[in-house]
């Protein structure tokens, strides 16, 4: 990648198809970067724990953003290079808004992908059905979630929620306006409710990264297709779209290439290799 040394690369909508998978063409290419010397980092909205079966196809990379931001891992050191959590009171508010509706609370906690157990495997009632095979695999399935988080303190990176429609996504919505709780909210998915530690996102965790290595922001590259990458896409140096991505993301892209089921990430990793 002439003038660039790190490549940052979101997963669904990007590095993965719409079966979830890396595929062939995709795969290769991110070997050449590696082999080149460059760093190409994962940057995700993913846990550690759902990222680990992608890993292992590169074990070179170096990297990992995950967590939106929120986990930030050196993957050859095994070491936690930065970590955020969502404050107490914020859960509190979160949960409140929750309540006894029918919606599905994720958390991130420590790299894990915890759930409740009676919601593991009815992903696609609440719209995530492209995931209904791969989570139940990774998750960590509790009794009750909300105990877990509020009575236990156990620790949180990232709490997404998912909904059975976009009218009950906008509705957590107008509930969480009238709490007013410090943590980012990003819409994801279809109807999904993305809940962050204030100040985190993705173009953070950039520049985290790049006080680590030394790589200032002008000779990095993210590919991206989804609003939770804005904030990568304005940091980098060069932003790349994905032919899937949504219109904000293309409004501010300097390249645009082919969708994720055609190798557009490959396509983006060839051009600027």
Same mark, same amino acid.
């Given at each position: 990648?002439?003038? %660039? ?57 170096? %990297? ?210």
């Amino acid at each position: 990648m002439s003038g %660039y040394d790190l490549i940052a690369l979101d997963m669904d909508g990007t590095v993965l198809n719409s079966r979830k998978e890396i595929a062939p063409g995709t795969r290769e290419a991110i070997r050449t970067a590696l082999r080149a010397g460059k760093e190409v980092v994962f940057c995700t909205g993913r846990a550690l724990v759902e990222m680990e079966r992608f890993l292992r196809i590169f074990p070179d990379m170096h %990297y990992l953003i995950a967590e939106s931001g929120a986990y930030v891992y050196d993957l050859q050191a095994h070491t936690l290079l930065f970590h955020a959590r969502i404050s107490d009171e914020d859960l509190e508010k979160i949960f409140k808004v929750i309540g006894d509706r029918d919606i599905m609370p994720v958390a991130f906690s420590d790299g894990r992908y915890l759930a409740n157990k009676s919601q593991i495997y009815r992903l696609a009632h609440y719209e995530m059905e492209a995931y209904a095979q791969e989570s139940p695999k990774i998750a960590t399935g509790v009794e009750n979630l909300r105990a877990l988080v509020l009575e236990q303190h156990r620790p949180v990176e990232k709490l997404n929620l998912f909904h059975t429609s976009v009218r009950e996504r906008t509705r957590t919505q107008e509930l969480l306006d009238e709490l007013q709780p410090e943590a980012v909210r990003i819409l994801s998915e279809t109807s999904s409710l993305e809940c962050s530690p204030p100040g985190i996102d993705k173009g953070t965790a950039l520049a985290r990264l790049s006080e680590s290595t030394g790589i200032p922001r002008e000779r990095m590259i993210m590919v991206g297709d989804a609003d939770n990458d804005l904030s990568a896409l304005h940091y980098a140096g060069m932003a790349v779209a994905m032919g899937n991505a949504n219109a904000h993301v293309k409004e501010i892209s300097s390249l645009i290439v082919g969708d994720n089921d055609h190798d557009g990430c490959a396509e983006a990793i060839r051009i600027l290799l």
